[in-house]
Nanobody, 114 residues
Framework: VQLVESGGGLVQPGGSLRLSCVAS????????MTWYRQGPGKERELVAL????????NYADSVKGRFTISRDNAKNTVYLQMNSLKVEDTAVYYCNARLWPGVWGQGTQVTVSS
């Protein structure tokens, strides 16, 4: 089982990024998928969650209305569209499969700075 995140980078406040997470080693549709983030000096926190077939989503209050989680099971990929980015969104972003809670990728760094 492997999760590989990509799409991070440096962006100005108010900008957008789209993160991707490619899963391998299991059938993506079997698992609820999540995005977490860990900011400097902070604990890892849950950002967004999507049900196995995408019918249900949930978000941390801090990102509601700005971030959108989605998935394409045929491509084994989960996405996180991030709009109206704020400095406080700076973090390493990770995806995780609820079916394999101990498996983490390397993460992708998102830096929001002017």
């Amino acid at each position: 089982v492997q999760l590989v995140e990509s799409g991070g980078g440096l962006v100005q406040p108010g900008g957008s990024l789209r993160l991707s997470c490619v899963a391998s080693g299991f059938t993506l549709s079997r698992s609820v998928m999540t995005w977490y983030r860990q900011g400097p000096g902070k604990e890892r926190e849950l950002v967004a969650l999507i049900s196995s077939f995408g019918h249900s989503t949930n978000y941390a209050d801090s990102v509601k209305g700005r971030f959108t989680i989605s998935r394409d099971n045929a491509k084994n990929t989960v996405y996180l569209q991030m709009n109206s980015l704020k400095v406080e969104d700076t973090a390493v972003y990770y995806c995780n499969a609820r079916l394999w809670p101990g498996v983490w990728g390397q993460g992708t760094q998102v830096t929001v700075s002017s």
